[in-house]
């Protein structure tokens, strides 16, 4: 009886230890479970910043999500007839989906013009943005709203006294001087419609290219034409910081090549431009 108390007893405690191994190989599996999903968790959150962005015009950048603030100053030379003007720009992008961005930008014109006069021009934009990515480049087209105002008195006055009447309705008989090509161009107060098309490729891990073409109408008479080609250098590939942080980190510098048209200005603006751009 007791060899058979033994017996029971020994079954007892090897079942025991089966069950306590069971309990702990589930625990153990549990908890790699949980790991393996934090990794993925973490892995994905990390992803998002370290996917590679895609520079575009305009201080702006190909992530497919988040929110981008792009800055840049230069100068731009309206025409030989008239001096450089300084340039400030600023504007800021949401990317709704992977193929929908919308934003706004505000740009500052300022300066002398010429030895009488000077210049305080804003130029106020708000844009949708349709892209279209591939693993190196993406492409899109974006239609614009735009208002254009200056603040230069002086310039409004003798805007009345032109001779160059015959591309403003109603202009005045009685004229005083004639109106300078470069002077046309920061006449344009009120609302413009246009579409821009533009692209981006990255040419190597630290390089890309950028460039579009910008055509746009203003309710005053005029139609604008803008080339911009650039280069952006991706700081994401050298700043550690920037890397594991941002969608998006470039520094670039891009020229303007601008074309006045049914004002008779008969010559191109040129700009150039230093610029950052940060995504979030």
Known sequence: MSAFA???AEDSSVV???VVAA???AGVEQVAVADTLAKDSTAKDS???KGNSIPLPRQSAYTGYGLLVGLAAGVFNPTKE?????VWQGQIEYFYSDWISAGFDVRFFGGDLDTDMMLRYQRYRANVRFLFP???WSWYVS???GFESTDLEDFREEWHNRDDEWWIPLAPKDTVREVEDCEKMFSLDGLSIGVDFGAGVNISKYFGLTGSVLYEYNFGGAQMLTLSPGIAF???QVWRWANRNLSASWVSVESGFQRYFNRSVDSWAMSVYLGTTIGF
């Open 47 to 49: 992803s998002r910043h």
């Open 234 to 236: 991706n700081l994401r």
């Open 6 to 8: 033994a017996e029971a």
């Open 23 to 25: 309990q702990d190989s």
């Open 16 to 18: 025991a230890d089966s």
């Open 82 to 86: 008239c001096d450089c003007l300084g």
């Open 143 to 145: 239609p614009i709203i």
């Open 134 to 136: 591939r693993e190196r």
